[in-house]
């Protein structure tokens, strides 16, 4: 855990695909504020989040269209729709781009409750890391399965990152293919603080001090706590 919690924050600091290092580690700090944003805490009580306007207590540094999806993902996931999704995309807002700043918002979101769970206190963000993003998108992508485009695994082309080389392909791993590194970056740590794919259906052995019951169990009652459905 130790291990794949370095690899994470270095990654969050690293030239993503499509964001240089610097754009990253900003969506970091921006989704640590969110928690703070007193819009956010008005829509999540509201029975509709659109029935509540307002601007987001952000530090500035962002736009404010990328300051939004940064403090809906990070405050209130459960109740985005399409129609909010298509308002992104025509603010300006790329799709290989939004699927980056909402895998940086959920790492930095994984790594911070963690430490909340371990009572540690919360890692300083890193210092960004030069260079530029690679920029190259998957010549497979197609749209169907969500609302953005996704690779299914025999639409990988040649020259592209496999997103499937450790990960089944499985509408979770799906997700994020727009973006193939993500893929690998989230479940690198997810494997780590959770269970590997083989792991999960290996009833013969226990990899953890509790078992694999007591596992979904508090899977279950995180998820519902906070609406993930899938």
Known sequence: MDAATARAWHYVA???????????????????????????????????????????DGLAALPEELVEVIHRVRSDPGRLTETWFRKVMDSG??????????????????????????????????????????RLRPAGAKPGLCWLPTVAPEDVAENDP????????????????????????????????????????DFSREYRAIDHAQIELLSARVSALNQCFY
């Open 14 to 56: 690293s030239p993503g695909t499509w964001l240089t290092g610097a754009e990253r580690v900003a969506i970091a700090v921006e989704a640590r504020a969110a928690k703070d944003c007193a819009l956010c805490r008005e829509q999540k009580a509201a029975l509709s989040p659109f029935a509540v306007e307002g601007r987001h």
């Open 93 to 134: 807002i790329p799709d290989t781009s939004y699927v980056e700043i909402v895998s940086v918002t959920g790492t930095i979101m994984a790594l911070d409750a963690l430490a909340r769970g371990l009572g540690i206190p919360m890692r300083e963000l890193p210092e960004p890391i030069a260079g530029e993003p690679t």
């Open 162 to 201: 496999n997103p499937y080389e450790t990960n089944l392909a499985l509408n979770i791993h799906r997700a994020f293919s727009l973006v193939p590194a993500e893929v690998l970056a989230c479940f690198d740590y997810t494997e780590a603080f959770y269970l590997s794919d083989p792991a999960i259906r």
